[in-house]
């Protein structure tokens, strides 16, 4: 006995059309958090640091913190009232940045 696979066409078109425009609205927000990074990096850069953005996940964004920002007790800082406000200040849909 055979099993059979019936597929509907116009559902899978459907739900590829639906993937593709979440992939797209979600590479346009993480472009968006880059850009916004990007302007922020010149001031950390200037106290011998630097900010990686590594993934932005259901309204969170994750970064890294790297040269001498590891280790630095005001980091934290750094990350919540600069990073942190700034890309909150942008755009609504970012709830926390978060360091990893």
Known sequence: MQNEI???PDNVSAVSSEDTAAKTAADA???RVAAIIE???PFV???GGDVELL???DGVVYVRLVG???GCPSSIYTLKNGVEARICEEL???ESVEMV
């Open 6 to 8: 019936t597929e509907n």
């Open 29 to 31: 927000l993480y472009n």
């Open 39 to 41: 302007e922020i990096r």
């Open 45 to 47: 850069q200037s106290d």
């Open 55 to 57: 993934k932005v996940e």
């Open 68 to 70: 001498a920002c590891v």
């Open 92 to 94: 609504a849909e970012i």
